[in-house]
Nanobody, 115 residues
């Protein structure tokens, strides 16, 4: 059974940093592209960052280079390092992966940035 578990969300002040984790079981992360999404209240879910099986990365243009996605294959975990956080980064952050044609989501982790 595939399971994705996000953690690391917190309440931080503007300008602060957080590192989110997405830990997987039942799937080998290194064989798959992993994406971080976020959903702010009243808004659609949007993709934040992607890391491919070849470790190529892609980011939403609006992030202006503040976020970094990475993976630790030994821990089967993908990270999202978020620096220079802004109040508009407040959202629930989710990771997802496609495995054998099925899209899996984690339960999400709340990030709140105060001004």
């Amino acid at each position: 059974q595939v399971q994705l578990v996000e953690s690391g969300g917190d309440l931080v002040q503007a300008g602060g940093s957080l590192r989110l984790s997405c830990a997987a079981s039942g799937i080998i992360f290194s064989d798959n592209a992993i994406r971080w999404y976020r959903q702010a209240p009243g808004k659609q879910r949007e993709v934040v960052a992607t890391i491919t099986s070849g470790d190529n990365t892609k980011y939403a243009a609006s992030l202006e280079g503040r976020f970094t996605i990475s993976r630790d294959n030994a821990k089967n975990t993908v990270y999202l390092q978020m620096n220079g956080l802004k109040p508009e980064d407040t959202a629930v952050y989710y990771c997802n992966a496609i495995f054998r044609g099925t899209l899996y989501w984690g339960q999400g982790t709340q990030v709140t940035v105060s001004s």
